[in-house]
């Protein structure tokens, strides 16, 4: 047995008891990607290029409201958090300043998260590189030292930005994500990874400026990972691992031509530039490009736009004072003019474009890039400059490698990095069509991971029919990407960071009606691809604390929340609890007021008064907010992420899921003969779906209790199950109701067979 809590025992995260742990989780929070002062969401513009004084204290959320927020999660299920920082909470105020306030109550807030039982893994979130090139993650003087000037990029359209967009409330769906093949987070991600071999001439402080961005890059992470270790009661007992670089991209690397959109350029919305022509747009020539939108089919294009700068550009003019960030600019590096004109990948003289593969062919060797060689290289190269930076601190530290967004991991199996018995593999997936049209296809959708692999000799052989199908898609997708983890990485778990659902789907109908039947249908089917699939842990994006009906996640109109504001949290239980506990959902005999999710109930406390006082007619304050999107709270779809798994398993799992049509938890596992009988098979099971005395238990062998167990005044029910070695079965059969109820309304399909009976007792054995 192992003294640390969590580690890695034969390709399974195992506790110190040698069980395997399925990490079941959710990315915490999204106020984590913009700053608490000035309170900073993606549609406020007011000081948006103050980059230099925010403060991020209080992100993800205050640490006086961390026992609310895990209490909610614990009581959903949730054993790991997915823990969002970004590079610019540490470093906003300039290379080298980090700011220790952040730093000081993060670790407060851990220490919330241990008094939970949380698993927590560190995440350096970026989305297509900052919040001022359209998403989050690296402070603004980091464009400032690669030669930008973040407020042109509206003009040249070097990226689009939701603060600067005209009107905030039209910012298209989803279209922040095209800002990756845009100028400026194409030329920050191929300088960060790959500056030099491509920006040789990019020097600052007498270094190129891929070793200045990811060296400061590094250093931050590796100071905090510093402050959790000396904080002496986070590291490995709460903290067990860090994940590499969120969603790294190769920017312009690996382009075979740069005047025509890539192929891999599946998202196309709105202008869609080729990199020639946003060089062009970047350097204040008027150019005429591609319109698209995306329809259920995919992208197509609509036509043409004239992309008119009217003389801005997004490069940093000639003599600009950048003396505040203490950076010495190489005479060579010319400021007023395109880095890769200087670099000469066109000539501004004549609009000409000269090396059109530049950014295709190794500079030195010749050799033909491509993805494949962009992971195994640039990316390798600075996966084990970040694994080595935070373990020379957190030795002991699981290193959760994140390669390029669906593509094919590196291949290092056999090698010394994949060696490494603390590594872990940390692909992402979304359901695309879903995402990007806001609907349930309930139809038809399309094996998106085959299409990419190249399984099919025409896409249309890569659509699915039905929502069987569908489902199985969605498994057979995250299998094969496990299984890929497997084939080039070597053994070693594999953990989905990322899969979600948007919540605003059919133009917010649910909002108006309380009607979830549509998310908790998608809900329900991305569950069940993470569980049938054999993965070894994934975490949910995303828990949001101030999600609300209009503004969703307050970030790029997103709304992928479990929670929100506006919504009502699922009860513990659908009916009476069960003599000795109150109708407060208080233990009898223990005061109400030590539970830590009093906000959680129907009692006005001062964390729910705002939501108490959102009606107009009694609000104190005038209120913009529209109301039919809050005349019905629901659920949010619950009942499809509330759902029972293993927390740990006295041996290896074979399977397990989670039927919700049937309220139907299945779990088989293969136990050895050297199981200890003191630390049996613990699986969550919620009250919503198995009441004690509404659920049927059927087990292969051994014997099982259900009970509810206290943490931190938080009741988690839990079946424990001692059972014998070899292969093993267990069935729990649960409350078959319906869901999605809207307000006011009655569930009558859970009453109904409660009447008939339908349930036994499953208390006692």
């Known amino acids: 047995m192992t003294s640390l809590r969590l580690t890695i025992q034969d390709g399974k995260f195992s506790d110190g008891h040698g069980r395997q742990v399925i990490l079941r989780g959710i990315n915490v929070a999204g106020e984590a990607k913009y700053p608490s002062n000035p309170d900073q969401p993606s549609h406020v513009s007011d000081n948006f290029f103050d980059g230099d004084t925010v403060s991020f204290v209080g992100r993800p959320f205050p640490k006086a409201e961390a026992p609310l927020h895990f209490s909610r ?54 989305d297509v590189w900052s919040r001022f090139s359209g998403g989050s993650g690296a402070p603004m003087w980091t464009l400032y030292a690669a030669g930008l000037n ?77 402050r959790i270790h000396d904080a002496g009661d986070i590291e490995n007992d709460v903290v067990f691992g860090w994940e590499s670089l969120n969603e790294p991209n190769k920017g312009m690397v690996s382009y075979e031509d740069i005047s025509v959109i890539p192929k891999e350029q599946a998202l196309k919305k709105g202008t869609c530039p080729t990199i020639w022509q946003t060089m062009l747009t970047g350097s204040g020539r008027a150019v005429e ?126 090698t010394a990095d994949g060696d490494d018995p603390l590594l872990a593999y940390a692909p992402h997936w979304y359901d695309g069509i879903t995402l990007m049209t806001k609907k349930w296809n309930r139809s038809w959708n399309v094996d998106v991971i085959g299409v990419l692999r190249g399984r099919y000799w025409h896409p249309a052989l890569a659509i699915k029919l039905g929502e069987t199908a569908i489902r199985n898609c969605f498994r057979d997708q995250h299998a094969a990407m496990r299984q890929e983890g497997l084939d080039r990485m070597g053994d070693h778990p594999c953990v ?8 605003d789907m059919d133009d917010k109908y649910a909002y108006k009606t309380g009607d979830y039947t549509s998310q908790s249908a998608a809900m329900d089917a991305n569950h069940f691809g993470v569980e049938a699939a054999g993965l070894e842990g994934y975490t949910l994006w995303l828990y949001m604390a ?13 709304d992928l929340s479990v929670f929100s504001v506006d919504d009502k949290l699922l009860p513990q239980c659908p009916r009476p609890r069960s003599p000795g506990v109150d109708d407060a959902g208080s233990v009898a005999g223990r005061p109400s007021a030590l539970r830590k999710e009093l906000d959680d109930d129907d009692s006005v406390t001062p964390a729910n008064l705002r939501r108490s006082i959102t009606n ?11 109301p039919e999107l809050m005349v019905a709270p629901g659920y949010r779809a619950a009942e499809a992420y509330v759902r029972p798994a293993p927390i740990t398993t006295a041996g290896v799992i074979t ?33 919503y779906h198995f009441p004690k005395d509404g659920c049927l238990v059927e087990v292969s062998s051994g014997k099982w209790e259900i009970s509810s167990d206290e943490e931190e005044t938080v009741l988690v029910q ?10 093993q079965t267990l069935k729990v059969s649960g409350v078959v109701r319906k869901h999605n109820i809207g307000e006011g309304g009655e569930d009558v399909g859970y009453y109904e067979q409660c009447n008939q009976g339908a349930f036994g007792n499953c208390s006692t054995m």
């Open 73 to 126: 999660l614990k009581r959903c299920g949730y054993n790991t958090i997915r823990y969002v920082f970004t590079w610019e909470a540490i470093e906003a105020a300039g290379p080298g300043i980090y700011d220790e306030a952040w730093i000081d109550e993060t670790i407060e807030v851990l220490r919330a998260a241990k008094d939970y039982g949380f698993y927590v893994f560190m995440d350096p979130h970026q």
């Open 616 to 626: 107009p007619s009694i609000s104190s304050e005038a209120t913009t907010r529209q």
């Open 496 to 503: 989905m960071t990322e899969f979600g659902i948007p919540y």
């Open 655 to 687: 399977s397990y899921g989670f039927d919700l049509r049937q309220c139907l938890f299945t779990l088989t596992v293969r136990a050895p003969r050297t199981a200890d009988p003191d630390w049996p098979t613990v699986v969550f099971l919620p009250e």
């Open 718 to 727: 839990r079946l424990r199950w001692w059972h014998g070695d070899g292969e």
């Open 546 to 558: 101030k999600n609300d009906h209009e503004k969703g996640d307050q970030w790029n109109g997103e």
């Open 289 to 414: 490009v591609e319109t698209w939108d995306m329809g259920g089919l995919g992208p197509y294009k609509v036509g043409r736009t004239l992309v008119d700068p009217q003389g801005e550009i997004a490069w940093l003019p000639d003599g600009y004072d950048e003396s505040r960030y203490g950076y010495k600019r190489d005479p060579g590096w010319k400021l007023g003019e395109c880095v890769w004109a200087q670099h000469g990948v066109w000539d501004p003289s004549t609009d000409t474009l000269l090396r059109k593969n530049y950014f295709g062919k190794h500079p030195t060797t010749g050799d033909t890039i491509d993805y494949e060689y962009f992971t195994n290289h640039y990316f390798m190269d600075f996966f084990r400059k970040y694994r080595d930076m935070i373990r020379s601190h957190h030795k002991d530290a699981i290193m959760l490698l994140q390669g390029p967004t669906m593509e094919l991991p590196p291949l290092i199996k056999g």
């Open 150 to 226: 973040p407020q042109t990029f509206a003009a040249t359209q070097a990226a689009i930005v939701h603060n600067t967009y005209p009107d905030p409330s039209s910012f298209p769906k989803m279209i922040w994500s095209t800002n990756y093949y845009r100028l400026a987070a194409a030329t920050m991600f191929t300088m960060f990874f790959a500056g030099r071999d491509f920006a040789p001439k990019c020097i600052l402080d007498g270094m190129n400026i891929q070793d200045y961005l990811q060296g400061h890059f590094l250093r931050a992470c590796a100071h905090l990972a510093k």
